[in-house]
């Protein structure tokens, strides 16, 4: 079940008012992805972790805070406008995209890579196989900007699952294999093994936890 409020907000670059549905509580039933994608009903719920101005086009998980480092400028760069015009897009995947490239933009890479992979998630279900693609090419491109400064291992253990999921499979291999030689958690040596065995498969699909657990 998902418990949900409205509230209005304005945005932080245009001053623009606007009502907005924000989650209260929500519930898991089910096995988690690799790439740490929930189950339901929580990933119905995805859509209330971003707001989009539909006035200026800005997008964050909170559209009345600013993004430090970002201003008016980022709004109108032509990629981002053209983003932001295009209703084609589903509008849930459109305002992470536009989030991950402001993000991006700011130099916080953590962020942008999640912004990207939950457009990806969006993607999956309308079934715009290049456009996931796509959306984690750039997940990738932002986490290994991440990477350069962190260890993460948790993250970098999605990231293994990210780019195994676009046929990248070598270097999904190099990753998990040099985690495992560092050392982690049983249960994440367990899933790096598993993702091994997927990608000398070459299999792209879609796997959750509980296969995992239960090989």
């Given amino acids: 079940m998902t418990d949900l409020f409205f509230t209005e907000k304005k ?6 008012v606007e009502e907005y549905r924000e989650l209260c509580s929500t519930n898991q039933n089910g096995y988690v992805d690799l790439d740490t994608r929930p189950p339901e009903t929580a990933r119905s719920a995805l859509k209330y972790d971003v707001q989009l101005c539909e006035e200026c086009g800005f997008s964050n998980g909170d ?51 999640i ?11 309308k079934r715009k196989k290049d456009h996931s693609m796509q959306a984690r090419n750039r997940a990738i491109e932002n986490l290994n900007k991440y990477f350069d400064k962190s260890s993460e291992i948790n ?3 999605v990231l293994v699952d990210i ?13 998990a294999g040099r985690l495992i030689e560092q050392g982690t ?7 790096l093994r598993f993702q091994i065995k997927l990608c000398q498969k070459k299999n792209p699909r879609c796997h959750t936890v509980k296969k995992v657990l239960r090989d």
Wanted: negative net charge.
């Fill in 11 to 16: 945005c932080a670059m245009c001053g623009h």
């Fill in 63 to 113: 559209i009345s805070k600013k993004i430090e480092g970002i201003n008016v400028e980022d709004l109108n760069e032509t990629q981002y406008r053209a983003t932001f015009k295009d209703n084609s897009t589903d509008a849930c995947a459109k305002a992470f995209l536009l989030s991950g490239h402001l993000y991006q933009n700011a130099g916080q890479f953590r962020t942008a890579g």
């Fill in 115 to 125: 912004c990207f992979l939950k457009a990806a998630w969006v993607f999956d279900d």
């Fill in 155 to 157: 993250l970098n253990a």
């Fill in 163 to 175: 780019y195994r999921r676009v046929g990248r499979f070598e270097e999904a291999e190099e990753i």
């Fill in 185 to 191: 958690e049983d249960t994440i040596k367990k899933i």
